[in-house]
């Protein structure tokens, strides 16, 4: 049974940094794109940054030029690294995993979820 679990969430200060990680265990992910979602209160879980098996990645706009996402495959652990961040960037913050070797950014795409970790960012 595949697993996700997140951690690394916290609250910081706007301007500031944190780095959220991800750990799958219970399969094998050779092949399979990973990617970070979030969801900030009544609004959908959206897109923020996707990594492909072979290292291939792709960020919403929102967050290009200051989120850094990367994954060590021989850990199965996917990292996302987020700077400057934003008030607006307050949300829950899901790792997820899609049997497809490409980057989608489409939620339904995606076949395992963690349970989310919370980053809140106070202005």
């Known amino acids: 049974q595949v697993q996700l679990a997140e951690s690394g969430g916290g609250l910081v200060q706007a301007g500031g940094s944190l780095r959220v990680s991800c750990v799958a265990s219970?399969?094998?992910?050779?092949?399979?794109?990973m990617g970070w979602f979030r969801q900030a209160p009544g609004q959908e879980r959206n897109f923020v940054a996707g990594?492909?098996?072979?290292?291939?990645?792709d960020y919403a706009d929102s967050v290009k030029g200051r989120f850094t996402i990367s994954r060590d495959n021989a850990k199965n652990t996917m990292y996302l690294q987020m700077n400057s961040l934003k008030p607006e960037d307050t949300a829950v913050y899901y790792c997820?995993?899609?049997?497809?070797?490409?980057?989608?950014?489409?939620?339904?795409?995606?076949?395992?979820w963690g349970q989310g970790t919370q980053v809140t960012v106070s202005s």
């Open positions: 997820a995993v899609s049997r497809s070797q490409w980057i989608l950014r489409r939620s339904t795409a995606y076949d395992y």
């Open positions: 990594i492909r098996w072979s290292g291939g990645t």
């Open positions: 219970g399969g094998t992910f050779s092949d399979y794109s």
